[in-house]
């Protein structure tokens, strides 16, 4: 009798268990429960980074954790192209993981976590190595605003450094010192380039941070053709920059228009 009342107590158990760990690889182990709607966007937001060329298989997009400011969610260690809402981890701004159970890690997450401690009106971040970009983050011409489209350069995009704040490194940023060392540079922009390496790119939501990289690889695939037809060229002024600025929130008509339309093109459905 006592014998089969202990066996129906661990059949009991396993199935909380199970129940518990299927639910945890839907969703990552998180204080507060997160609305699914947004880890779809991260996903999305993967999906159009690679399909616009702006992620290969490396490079990272994470938003700040919607009800707990403390944290922020990005995919294991995965090719953007790949991910998966299975694949969404949550990490606190030190960039420990809440829950690793066994997963890989960006060995640059510490880009993510320093920014969302630098700034609080940032909900989303993206590491990439835009390929167009690299050229500026090695030359002595500042990457500017070319078209309206990319007033968020206004006046020029800065560049960090990592020699001045580590001497010679293999150019990753590997630990939180890194990472708030590239934050100090970004200041309050909403771009800065990593010399010889990529850039890191900033919004108030990810559909923002989505705009502003491809457009940010845009604009300097234009600089270059502009520098390559000669003479003094006219940049956008930081007033005209400042106009458009002032309406470049997630609810921009552009910024609405060109995620519908990248979303469908990344996630294979057809408008
Ligand atoms: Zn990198």
Known sequence: MKQRHVARVVVMLVLVLGAAGSRASAQPSSSSPIDP??????????????????????????????????????????????????????????SNPIDQRGRTMFIERFIHGEVYK?????????????????????????????????????????????????????GLIRDGALGKAL??????RAVALMRGHGNVVVGSAVQVAVYRAVYTELNARLQLQAIALGGPLTYLAPEEADKINAQSGPEAPGVVRSWELWKRKALGVRP
């Open 37 to 94: 709607a947004v880890i779809d966007d991260l996903v999305a937001a993967n999906r159009i980074l690679a399909t616009e060329g702006i992620l290969d298989g490396l490079g990272h997009v994470s938003v700040r954790h919607p009800g707990n400011p403390g944290r922020y969610l990005i995919a294991r260690s995965l090719a953007p192209a790949l991910v998966t809402a299975a694949d969404i981890m949550e990490y606190d701004l030190d």
């Open 183 to 188: 934050a100090g540079v970004l200041g309050d």
């Open 118 to 170: 630098a700034r609080p009106d940032v909900q989303a971040v993206i590491h990439s190595h835009s390929p167009t970009v690299i050229p500026f983050s090695i030359s002595q011409t500042p990457l500017r605003p070319v078209f309206n489209g990319a007033a968020f350069l206004s006046p020029s995009a800065p560049v960090f450094e990592i020699r001045r704040a580590a001497g010679m490194t293999d």
